[in-house]
């Protein structure tokens, strides 16, 4: 059984740039969820993606947005980066999605640093 | 809306010590609750969950967490630590009518001295 993977490992962008993190969820795993998790803090939810469709979206601007392909793969797109930006991006997959939960399993993330 | 509250942010144990960490939740309803871990360099892993029955569940490594829906609360508990368990520990809160929402605690940082 293959885990939640995820690419880049770290990422360096300087402000306005725009940046795509990649996730690739465990196997037989159909729901994609996104987290942000600044420093000294633990993860904010994103949003969830549920059969290439979002599912549930957190307090993020629209300049956060996604992607979820039939394989269930799934992209995080930022457009016009902000130093506040900076954090560790965290994939999670799980079996459920719509309005059934499940456990999340989590990827080892992506460490983005804007300059 | 769901929320998280750790209580301890910094928590320092000699081996063999007893561990207890504090997890508030704020909810309307029905909540499925989760303990994570994450080791030095190491992603997000699941230690135990509760979603119905038994309201003291076992995890991983010796962990254990009881559910008190009086007091909105999802302590973890590990009678004896060893130096492999530090880590930061956070709790997560995925409220029944939420979605497949997880909404963590800032967490707890996790020090134990050999």
């Known amino acids: 059984e293959t885990g939640v993977t995820q690419s880049p490992t770290h990422l360096i962008k300087t402000r306005g740039q725009q940046v795509t993190l990649r996730c690739s969820s465990q196997?037989?795993?159909?729901?994609v969820s996104w987290y942000q998790q600044a420093l000294g803090q633990g993860p904010q939810f994103i949003f969830q993606?549920?059969?290439?469709?979002?599912?549930g979206r957190g307090n993020f601007p629209p300049r956060f947005s996604g992607l979820q392909f039939p394989n269930y793969s799934s992209e995080l797109n930022v457009n016009a980066l902000e130093l506040d930006d900076s954090a560790l991006y965290l994939c999670?997959?799980?079996?459920?999605?719509?309005?059934?939960?499940?456990?999340?399993?989590f990827g080892p993330g992506t460490r983005l640093t804007v300059l | 809306a769901q929320s998280v509250s750790q209580h301890n942010h910094h928590v320092i144990l000699s081996e063999a010590a007893s561990l207890e960490l504090g997890c508030n939740y704020s909810?309307?309803?029905?909540?499925?609750l989760f303990w994570y871990v994450q080791y030095p360099g190491q992603h997000l892993q699941l230690l135990l969950k509760?979603?119905?029955?038994?309201?003291l569940v076992k995890g991983i490594k010796g962990f254990e967490a009881e559910f008190i829906k009086s007091k909105f609360s999802f302590n973890l508990r590990k009678p004896s630590v060893q130096w492999s368990d530090t880590a930061e520990y956070f709790c997560?809160?995925?409220?029944?009518?939420?979605?497949?929402?997880?909404?963590f605690g800032g967490g707890t940082r996790l020090m134990v001295k050999p």
């Open positions: 196997s037989g795993h159909n729901t």
């Open positions: 993606y549920y059969r290439e469709e979002e599912n």
């Open positions: 999670a997959s799980s079996l459920a999605g719509g309005r059934s939960t499940d456990t999340q399993y």
């Open positions: 909810y309307g309803g029905t909540v499925n």
């Open positions: 997560a809160v995925n409220g029944y009518d939420a979605g497949n929402m997880l909404t």
């Open positions: 509760y979603f119905s029955g038994d309201p």
